[in-house]
């Protein structure tokens, strides 16, 4: 089965995608064949950052350090 994906290759929402595909077609004995496309997900991004990443989605999304770290705690069991 062809599957066509465009990915931000610094998104670890792609990243976990990817992982369940791969499961779910291993699961049902299906054979892949994906075709990956780029996609920046946020253009204004900082090529350098000044700050840590949390600090910048906190500024970025108005939220606090604390509550972006639990958020990427959180992200990183869903794998």
Not at 32 to 50: C, F, G, I, M, N
Not at 52 to 73: C, F
Request: with cysteine.
């Amino acid at each position: 089965m062809r599957v066509d994906i465009w990915s931000d290759v610094v998104c670890p929402f792609c990243y976990i995608g990817k992982k369940r595909l791969e499961a779910a077609a291993k699961q049902a004995g299906v054979e892949l064949e994906v075709h990956w496309h780029s996609y920046e997900l946020d253009p204004e991004a900082p090529t350098r950052q000044e700050v840590s990443n949390s600090e910048r989605l906190a500024q970025k999304y108005g939220r606090t350090v604390a509550d972006v770290e639990r958020s990427e705690e959180h992200t990183s069991e869903l794998q």
